[in-house]
């Protein structure tokens, strides 16, 4: 896992005197106290993080927490008035003039929020801009622009205007422009945000897929947590102007560095963060199959502990099947005093087993469909736990908890 | 009563004559434009003959086409820019001309009209360019172009005469100047109000300063660029007009000699002519202000000749888009 792009230390001042304000910065005084004496705003404050090729890393945050700002300081949109930022070990904010220009044109490239669509151009035009900006060949450049519509899935509308496409069609273009240089970075500043729901959850599968075609190192900013869960391999929390937290989705959610970054999950919906293996429980009274384990064995475990149900796995957790009293007591029946039966006769056949990557969302119905916990096992096929219908509902509601 | 008021009258002019300063404005701006005039010279004889180059090359052109060759262009132009109607209201206009006997004026009109606006396009948008991309060029700039705009049209007659003498090329500089404004204005304007994001996008994908402004700020601002244009080119019309009293020529004439001789019918007919051209010059600069994307000049007329209703063909083709 290499790191693409270092952000160190950066800072952002904007107003009359930003040196002055840096000082003041430096002596530890607050935002609001440097507003309030010097009219100078402090947008990013002592920003640092990596971001490691090849995945999605999400900048989130409130409007005013200096999101956008940091996103525009990684292709110097914007200048930070301190620190470094470095693209595959070179320092960005070092670079002149022409040699930032030529890395924009070759290595990192922009979505934004409101499309920024040039209106006058063609589909065709938009999407062949940066090329045209580097100077590339109209033959060539059409080609690839051509290319970059296609994989978004907009190839038959290359001569269309912008005005004659739909929100969703126009932020289509807009990745398709950015995707046309082939950049080694692309920033995505709210690309989604202006979008209605359902088409915003199109673009983010889009992107996934994009993504898992051809694997770029993606900067995605947003204020929603659904959607940073959604697409993100690691989260960043920016709270006015610091980063809170650097983690993955999980990490986050199971740890929320303070109230601020817990406040996000009020309305978060977990069901796709967490997976079946994240929820599972071992407190379930659990049978080890061996010789002489037999089925009145099991039935006494469970009359013991006072369980409907248990879980058979072997000497290496492999798991085996289910059982019940019920069902151990109808195979206890038909047998004879002295015989030991064999366990799996008792097994349970409408109890489905589930692998442990299965997100929440998909265990709603055999959750709530099965009559005993479900098994969960890994890719294996070891047993990890169980989920019963009390479990999952505690997880689902856990957020209003927490916020509560 | 009356002796106190003789009495006042009297304290007030005492005053008067003390509290009083003569500034010696006026005494002033003649100095500067004698100095002008004196050191120079070869300034004004070089931009005396730029503007008397062009602005009589393009009078002589207009008059040497033969009418019905400027009608079927103009009419063509209001087609393919505008609508079938109004091509046919641009022949009837251009025939009413004719019918005014006032053809080789509206001519020398259209050619000193271009003349003075290609110029005040020439230093004005530039200058509103500058104006976009500087404040402080913008904070110097403005009362300049308030000045300019606000001061009696007239006035401008007086120096351009000094400074050139009378006829067409006094008349052509006085209208640069007091059409300019319009087309400075809207250029800053235009590029200031073009979305951050676009000029973001602009500089993300890598454009230097004059793709930026080429790719981007121009493309975007271009409607408010052409109302720029449309108002110069209003204002250069008018300020034409007024321009035949230092001689300029055109169809500022009949109207000059309708009022100079109290000859209601030329004046108006002088005026008339005035309005047709305007009204033909409006609505042809103000349609490439519009960003809509018609047909072009050949399905136009396709439409007109194939289908007798041409209403049709406008319905069919909306349909289409």
Same mark, same amino acid.
């Given at each position: 896992m290499t790191t693409k792009l270092s952000v160190k230390n950066v800072y952002k001042v904007f107003g009359p005197d930003p040196k002055d304000a840096m000082k003041r910065v430096k002596r530890g005084e607050t935002k609001d106290q440097i507003f309030a004496e010097t009219g100078a705003t402090v947008g990013v404050s002592d920003a640092s993080f990596d971001i490691h090729s090849g995945e999605i890393f999400v900048i989130m945050g409130l409007s005013g927490s200096g999101k956008s700002t940091m996103v525009r300081m990684l292709n110097r949109l914007i200048d930070p008035t301190s620190g470094s930022v470095s693209i595959d070990g070179q320092d960005i904010t070092q670079m002149t003039r022409h040699e930032l220009i030529e890395l924009r044109r070759r290595d990192i490239s922009m979505?934004?929020?409101?499309?920024?669509?040039?209106?006058?151009?063609? =589909?065709?035009?938009?999407?062949?801009?940066?090329?045209? /900006? /580097?100077? =590339?060949?109209?033959?060539?450049?059409?080609?690839?622009?051509?290319? /970059?519509?296609?994989? =978004?899935?907009?190839?038959?509308?290359?001569?269309?205007?912008?005005?004659?496409?739909?929100?969703?069609?126009?932020?289509? $273009?807009?990745l398709a422009r950015a995707l046309a240089v082939d950049p080694g970075i692309l920033l995505m500043d709210e690309a989604f945000s202006a979008l209605d729901p359902l088409i915003r959850t199109e673009m983010q599968d889009e992107l996934l897929r994009l993504q898992s075609e051809h694997t770029r190192t993606v900067v995605f900013i947003t204020h929603d947590l659904d959607e940073a869960m959604r697409v993100g391999d690691r989260i960043a929390i920016m709270q006015s102007g610091r980063v809170v937290q650097v983690g993955t989705p999980e990490e986050i959610v199971r740890s929320p560095a303070?109230?601020? $970054?817990?406040?996000?999950?009020?309305?978060?919906? =977990?069901?796709?963060?967490?997976? /079946?293996?994240? $929820?599972?429980?071992r407190d379930q009274v659990t049978v080890i199959e061996r010789a002489g384990v037999s089925v009145r064995a099991a039935l006494e475990l469970l009359k013991r502990y006072d369980r409907p149900a248990g879980v058979v796995h072997d000497r290496d957790r492999k798991y085996l099947g289910t059982v019940s009293v019920d069902s151990l007591l109808g195979c206890v029946k038909g047998l004879g005093r002295r015989d030991e039966g064999k366990i799996e006769a008792a097994f349970l056949h409408d109890v489905p087993v589930i692998d442990k990557s299965t997100p929440l969302n998909d265990l709603l119905e055999p959750v709530a469909e099965s009559p005993y916990p479900v098994p969960v096992v890994d890719e294996n096929g070891r047993y990890c736990g169980t989920i019963s219908r009390a479990i999952l509902l505690l997880t689902l509601n856990r957020s209003e908890e927490e916020a509560a | 009563m009356m002796h106190l008021l003789a009495d006042s009258s009297g304290l007030w002019n005492t005053l008067g004559s003390d509290l009083t300063i003569d500034l010696h404005i006026g005494e002033g701006f003649t100095a500067i434009v +004698?100095?002008?005039? *004196? @050191?120079?010279?070869?300034?004004?004889?070089?931009? *005396? *003959?730029?503007?008397?180059? %062009?602005?009589? @090359?393009?009078?002589?052109?207009f008059n040497w086409l033969p009418a019905p060759v400027i009608f079927i262009a103009l009419a063509l132009l209001a087609l393919w820019r505008v609508s079938w109607q109004f091509a046919l209201f641009v022949l009837v206009a251009l025939y009413v001309v004719i019918g005014m006997d006032l053809w080789p !004026?509206?001519?020398?009109?259209?050619?000193?009209?271009?003349? *003075?606006?290609?110029?005040?396009?020439? %230093?004005?948008l530039p200058l509103g360019v500058l104006m976009a991309k500087s404040d402080a060029v913008r904070a110097v700039a403005r009362p #300049?172009?308030?000045?300019?705009?606000?001061?009696p049209a007239f006035v401008y007659l007086i120096p351009a005469v000094i400074f050139f003498g009378t006829g067409r090329v006094p008349g052509v500089i006085a209208t640069v100047i007091f059409s300019m404004p319009p087309a400075v204005r809207l250029m800053n #304007?235009? #590029?200031? @109000?073009?979305?951050? !994001? +676009?000029? !973001?996008?602009?500089?993300?994908?890598?454009?230097n300063g004059l793709q930026l402004l080429w790719r981007v700020e121009l493309p975007l601002a271009l409607p408010s660029i052409m109302a720029g244009i449309n108002q110069t080119i209003m204002l250069a019309l008018s300020m034409v007009v007024i321009a035949s009293m230092i001689g300029a020529g055109g169809l500022g004439d009949p109207v000059l000699a309708g009022i100079q001789q109290l000859r209601l019918g030329i004046g108006f007919q002088g005026g008339l002519g005035v309005v047709i051209l305007a009204i033909i010059l409006d609505r042809l600069t103000q349609s490439f202000g519009d960003r809509k994307r018609g047909d072009g000049l050949f399905t136009r007329l396709k439409a007109l000749f194939t289908r007798s209703a041409s209403d049709d063909g406008n319905t069919h083709s909306k349909k289409a888009a």
């Amino acid at each position: 896992m290499t790191t693409k792009l270092s952000v160190k230390n950066v800072y952002k001042v904007f107003g009359p005197d930003p040196k002055d304000a840096m000082k003041r910065v430096k002596r530890g005084e607050t935002k609001d106290q440097i507003f309030a004496e010097t009219g100078a705003t402090v947008g990013v404050s002592d920003a640092s993080f990596d971001i490691h090729s090849g995945e999605i890393f999400v900048i989130m945050g409130l409007s005013g927490s200096g999101k956008s700002t940091m996103v525009r300081m990684l292709n110097r949109l914007i200048d930070p008035t301190s620190g470094s930022v470095s693209i595959d070990g070179q320092d960005i904010t070092q670079m002149t003039r022409h040699e930032l220009i030529e890395l924009r044109r070759r290595d990192i490239s922009m979505v934004f929020q409101s499309f920024a669509l040039m209106p006058h151009q063609t =589909v065709l035009e938009n999407t062949a801009f940066g090329l045209a /900006a /580097a100077g =590339v060949a109209r033959g060539e450049r059409e080609q690839r622009a051509q290319a /970059a519509l296609e994989s =978004v899935g907009l190839g038959a509308n290359s001569n269309s205007f912008p005005d004659e496409l739909s929100g969703g069609m126009k932020q289509r $273009v807009g990745l398709a422009r950015a995707l046309a240089v082939d950049p080694g970075i692309l920033l995505m500043d709210e690309a989604f945000s202006a979008l209605d729901p359902l088409i915003r959850t199109e673009m983010q599968d889009e992107l996934l897929r994009l993504q898992s075609e051809h694997t770029r190192t993606v900067v995605f900013i947003t204020h929603d947590l659904d959607e940073a869960m959604r697409v993100g391999d690691r989260i960043a929390i920016m709270q006015s102007g610091r980063v809170v937290q650097v983690g993955t989705p999980e990490e986050i959610v199971r740890s929320p560095a303070n109230d601020y $970054v817990r406040s996000f999950f009020r309305d978060v919906n =977990v069901s796709h963060v967490f997976t /079946a293996g994240d $929820v599972a429980r071992r407190d379930q009274v659990t049978v080890i199959e061996r010789a002489g384990v037999s089925v009145r064995a099991a039935l006494e475990l469970l009359k013991r502990y006072d369980r409907p149900a248990g879980v058979v796995h072997d000497r290496d957790r492999k798991y085996l099947g289910t059982v019940s009293v019920d069902s151990l007591l109808g195979c206890v029946k038909g047998l004879g005093r002295r015989d030991e039966g064999k366990i799996e006769a008792a097994f349970l056949h409408d109890v489905p087993v589930i692998d442990k990557s299965t997100p929440l969302n998909d265990l709603l119905e055999p959750v709530a469909e099965s009559p005993y916990p479900v098994p969960v096992v890994d890719e294996n096929g070891r047993y990890c736990g169980t989920i019963s219908r009390a479990i999952l509902l505690l997880t689902l509601n856990r957020s209003e908890e927490e916020a509560a | 009563m009356m002796h106190l008021l003789a009495d006042s009258s009297g304290l007030w002019n005492t005053l008067g004559s003390d509290l009083t300063i003569d500034l010696h404005i006026g005494e002033g701006f003649t100095a500067i434009v +004698n100095f002008m005039q *004196a @050191h120079f010279d070869l300034f004004f004889t070089i931009v *005396a *003959a730029i503007i008397s180059f %062009v602005a009589d @090359h393009l009078t002589t052109f207009f008059n040497w086409l033969p009418a019905p060759v400027i009608f079927i262009a103009l009419a063509l132009l209001a087609l393919w820019r505008v609508s079938w109607q109004f091509a046919l209201f641009v022949l009837v206009a251009l025939y009413v001309v004719i019918g005014m006997d006032l053809w080789p !004026e509206t001519m020398d009109t259209l050619g000193l009209v271009l003349a *003075a606006t290609l110029a005040a396009l020439g %230093v004005g948008l530039p200058l509103g360019v500058l104006m976009a991309k500087s404040d402080a060029v913008r904070a110097v700039a403005r009362p #300049i172009l308030d000045f300019m705009q606000t001061l009696p049209a007239f006035v401008y007659l007086i120096p351009a005469v000094i400074f050139f003498g009378t006829g067409r090329v006094p008349g052509v500089i006085a209208t640069v100047i007091f059409s300019m404004p319009p087309a400075v204005r809207l250029m800053n #304007i235009g #590029i200031r @109000h073009v979305p951050v !994001e +676009n000029v !973001e996008a602009g500089k993300a994908f890598g454009c230097n300063g004059l793709q930026l402004l080429w790719r981007v700020e121009l493309p975007l601002a271009l409607p408010s660029i052409m109302a720029g244009i449309n108002q110069t080119i209003m204002l250069a019309l008018s300020m034409v007009v007024i321009a035949s009293m230092i001689g300029a020529g055109g169809l500022g004439d009949p109207v000059l000699a309708g009022i100079q001789q109290l000859r209601l019918g030329i004046g108006f007919q002088g005026g008339l002519g005035v309005v047709i051209l305007a009204i033909i010059l409006d609505r042809l600069t103000q349609s490439f202000g519009d960003r809509k994307r018609g047909d072009g000049l050949f399905t136009r007329l396709k439409a007109l000749f194939t289908r007798s209703a041409s209403d049709d063909g406008n319905t069919h083709s909306k349909k289409a888009a």
